[in-house]
C-alpha cells in the first residue's frame, strides 16, 4: 500500500501576477505505507510547500495527488493525518492538555479516553508535569513539544510534521527521535518529515528526499538502510556514510561509487543543510 | 487583597479630589464666571449654580417634594427603572452586534457591503432617532403584549450598545493566525466547529472591552431616549424635571445627575464582574 503518491506535482503562488513564485515543479514522490521519508534541502526550496499540499491546506497547481488511496481532500476530511507546524501553533486560552485534546475532541473522542491519551502522550514528551501550565507560561521548546505531543495524540496512519525538534536541545532531540521511531514502528505510521539536520534526516529516515530551489525540486532520493536503530547506530560507519551521501547530494556533486573511510568519519553530528 | 484594597483607596481619593476642587473654584471662582469676547469660559461660581458638595449630599436625605418620599429613593427608583431598559438594550444590542460580527467574518461580501452602514448607523443624530423609533413602537405589539415607551428606550439603547461589539467582535473573529486557521482546517473541523472551538474563544480579549463601551453606550442611549420620547419614570426624565427646579432647588438637579452617573458605574461593574466570573471559570476548567 502507498500511503502517499505524488506524480508530476507543481505549485506556483501567485500565478500570472509580479510576485509569481514556482514553489515546486515536477514532483514524482511515493511514500509506501510504514515507510519515514525525510525532505531536507535549502531555506526556500518548498518542503514546507510540499508538506501543505499533501495535507490539502493548499492544492497543487499541477500534477496529482493521493493519500491513504484517496485524493488529498478526502484524505484530510477523513482526517487520515497528524500534522505538526514549523511553529507550535497553541491555543494560547487553553491548558497544554487541552491542547493536546484538541484533535481527540473534534473525533468524538470520550472524556475518559481524551484525557488519557493526552496525559500519556504528554509523558512521552516529557511534559507530565504541566498539563495544567497554558502555553504562555512554556519555553519555544515546551510549546514545540506539546505541538508534538498533540499531532501524535490521535495515532494517525500518517504523519506530517515540518521542522518539529528544530527548536529543541540536542538530549531532548535524540529521545524525542528514538521515541518518534518506536511509535512509529509500533503503530505502523508513514511519516513525512521535514527537517534542515543531515543527522536526523539519516537516523530517522528510510529515504531522504534532497531538494533544490529556484524552482523547488527533488534533486536526489536517498535509500538509508540500517536496520532497527539504537545508540550504536549514531556511532556506525553505515550512519556516517549515509551522512556524507546526503550532503553530497545536498551540494550538488554526485558521490563516488566508493566513498572514502576518512570522509565518513569527518562526518559529524553538527552537520545541517541550508 | 491588598490590590483590591489600593483600587478602593484610589477610587475614593479620586472622589475627594472632585469634591475638593469644586469646593475650591467656588472658593475662588467669580460668581458670574469669567466671560471671553462674550462667551463665558468658566462657569458662574455662586450657590445657585455650584451649590455646596455637603448641600447635595444632604438634599439626598430630604424629601422630594414636601411631605413626599426622600430623594435618594426617588432616584433609586427612577435608576431602576431606567436599568431595565438598559439591560435589555444592552443584551439586544450585544447580541446583535455578536451575530452582525460572525456573518461579516463569514461572508467577505457581508463585510464590504454592511460595515459601512453599521459606522453610518452611528452618525445618525439620536435626538432625530428617538421620536421616530417611538412612533414605529406606537404601532407594534408583541402578540397580546402592548408595547410600552420603555421598549422604545431600549430599542435606542441597543442602536448605540449593538456597534462596539460588532466591530470589536469583527476584530476578534479575525484574530486567530492563519496557522490555527489551517490546524483546524487540518482536523477536518468546518466553520461551525472552528468558530467555536477557535474563532469565539479567541475573541475574548475583544469581547470585554467591547461589551464596556456597549454598557456606557447603552446607559447613555437610555437616558438620552428616555428624554427625547419623554418617557416617565426613568432618571432620564427625573433630570429634565429637577433641571427646571434649578433656580429654586440648585442642588435637587445634581442629585439626579449623581444618579445617572452611578447608573453608569454600576453597569460597568456588572460588565467587570461578569469578565472576572469568565477568566476565573476559565483557569479551573482545566
Ligand atoms: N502562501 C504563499 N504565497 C506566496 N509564496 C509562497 C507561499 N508559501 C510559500 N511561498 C514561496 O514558496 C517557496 C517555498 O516556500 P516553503 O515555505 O515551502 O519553503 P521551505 O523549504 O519550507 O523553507 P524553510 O526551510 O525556510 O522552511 C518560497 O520561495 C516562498 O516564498
Ligand atoms: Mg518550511
Known amino acids: 500500500m502507498t500511503a502517499v503518491a505524488l506524480s508530476g506535482v507543481g505549485k506556483v503562488f501567485n500565478a500570472g501576477r509580479?510576485?509569481?513564485?514556482?514553489?515546486?515543479t515536477g514532483v514524482d514522490l511515493t511514500v509506501d505505507s510504514g515507510q519515514f521519508v525525510s525532505l531536507i534541502?535549502?531555506?526556500?526550496c518548498g518542503k514546507s510547500t510540499l508538506l501543505r499540499l499533501v495535507a490539502d491546506l493548499i492544492q497543487p497547481t499541477s500534477g496529482t495527488l493521493t493519500v491513504a488511496g484517496k485524493p488529498a481532500r478526502k484524505a484530510r476530511l477523513d482526517q487520515e493525518y497528524g500534522i505538526a507546524f514549523q511553529q507550535a501553533g497553541l491555543f494560547e486560552w487553553r491548558t497544554v492538555l487541552r491542547n493536546v485534546e484538541l484533535p481527540l475532541e473534534l473525533r468524538g473522542t470520550g472524556r475518559r479516553e481524551r484525557k488519557r491519551r493526552a496525559e500519556e502522550m504528554l509523558e512521552l514528551v516529557g511534559l507530565?508535569?504541566?498539563?495544567?501550565?497554558?502555553?504562555?507560561?512554556l519555553s519555544?521548546?515546551?510549546?514545540?513539544?506539546?505541538?508534538?505531543?498533540?499531532?501524535?495524540?490521535?495515532?494517525?496512519l500518517l504523519l506530517l510534521m515540518d521542522e518539529p525538534f528544530g527548536a529543541l536541545d540536542e538530549m531532548t532531540r535524540e529521545r524525542l527521535q528514538d521515541?518518534?521511531?518506536?511509535?512509529?514502528?509500533?503503530?505502523?505510521?508513514?511519516?513525512?518529515?521535514?527537517?534542515?539536520?543531515?543527522?536526523?534526516?539519516?537516523y530517522l529516515s528510510d529515504r531522504v528526499v534532497v531538494m533544490s530551489p529556484r524552482p523547488g525540486r527533488i534533486t536526489d532520493v536517498i535509500e538509508i538502510d540500517l536496520g532497527p536503530r539504537s545508540e550504536a547506530t549514531r556511532q556506525s560507519a553505515g550512519f556516517f556514510a549515509g551522512i556524507t551521501k546526503v550532503r553530497r547530494a545536498l551540494r550538488g556533486t554526485p558521490a563516488p561509487t566508493s566513498s572514502s573511510p576518512s570522509a565518513s568519519s569527518s562526518a559529524s553530528a553538527e552537520v545541517t543543510a541550508s | 487583597m491588598t490590590r483590591r484594597l489600593r483600587v478602593v483607596l484610589g477610587a475614593l481619593a479620586a472622589l475627594l479630589l472632585g469634591a475638593l476642587l469644586w469646593e475650591g473654584y467656588k472658593a475662588v471662582g467669580s460668581d458670574?464666571?469669567?466671560?471671553?469676547f462674550g462667551v463665558r469660559v468658566l462657569p458662574r461660581a455662586d450657590d445657585s449654580a455650584m451649590p455646596h458638595v455637603l448641600d447635595i449630599l444632604k438634599r439626598f436625605g430630604q424629601p422630594e417634594l414636601a411631605g413626599g418620599d426622600p430623594i435618594w429613593l426617588v432616584v433609586l427608583d427612577a435608576c431602576l427603572f431606567t436599568l431595565r431598559s438598559v439591560a435589555v438594550g444592552f443584551g439586544v444590542g450585544a447580541l446583535i452586534g455578536l451575530l452582525l460580527a460572525i456573518v461579516m467574518q463569514r461572508f467577505r461580501v457581508v463585510e464590504r457591503g454592511l460595515l459601512p452602514y453599521v459606522i453610518l448607523s452611528q452618525t445618525v443624530p439620536l435626538i432625530a432617532l428617538a421620536p421616530v423609533i417611538a412612533g414605529w413602537g406606537g404601532k407594534l405589539s408583541l402578540g397580546s403584549y402592548p408595547w410600552q415607551p420603555w421598549m422604545s428606550v431600549?430599542?435606542?439603547?441597543?442602536?448605540?450598545?449593538?456597534?462596539?461589539?460588532a466591530v470589536g467582535m469583527l476584530r476578534g473573529l479575525h484574530s486567530p493566525a492563519a496557522i490555527a486557521e489551517e490546524l483546524m482546517h487540518s482536523y477536518a473541523a468546518g466553520w461551525w466547529r472552528t468558530l467555536v472551538k477557535l474563532r469565539l474563544p479567541a475573541s475574548t480579549p475583544y469581547l470585554f472591552p467591547a461589551l464596556r463601551l456597549a454598557g456606557a453606550a447603552a446607559v447613555v442611549g437610555a437616558v438620552v431616549g428616555e428624554i427625547s420620547t419623554g418617557t416617565r419614570g426613568g432618571i432620564g426624565r427625573l433630570v429634565i424635571?429637577?433641571?427646571?427646579?434649578?433656580?429654586?432647588?440648585?442642588?435637587?438637579?445634581?442629585?439626579?445627575?449623581?444618579?445617572?452617573?452611578?447608573?453608569?458605574?454600576?453597569?460597568?461593574?456588572l460588565v467587570g464582574a461578569a469578565e472576572f466570573l469568565l477568566n476565573r471559570r476559565r483557569r479551573v476548567l482545566v
Open chain 1, 18 to 24: 509580479a510576485d509569481q513564485v514556482v514553489a515546486l
Open chain 1, 41 to 44: 534541502g535549502p531555506s526556500g
Open chain 1, 128 to 137: 507530565a508535569d504541566f498539563t495544567g501550565h497554558y502555553p504562555a507560561q
Open chain 1, 140 to 156: 519555544g521548546g515546551m510549546q514545540q513539544r506539546v505541538a508534538i505531543a498533540r499531532a501524535l495524540a490521535v495515532h494517525p
Open chain 1, 179 to 202: 521515541e518518534l521511531l518506536r511509535i512509529c514502528a509500533q503503530t505502523g505510521t508513514s511519516t513525512i518529515f521535514v527537517t534542515h539536520s543531515i543527522p536526523e534526516a539519516v
Open chain 2, 32 to 36: 458670574n464666571g469669567a466671560s471671553l
Open chain 2, 154 to 165: 431600549a430599542t435606542i439603547a441597543a442602536y448605540l450598545a449593538f456597534f462596539p461589539v
Open chain 2, 241 to 269: 424635571e429637577y433641571s427646571r427646579e434649578a433656580t429654586g432647588d440648585p442642588a435637587k438637579v445634581y442629585t439626579a445627575m449623581i444618579g445617572a452617573a452611578l447608573l453608569g458605574l454600576a453597569v460597568a461593574a
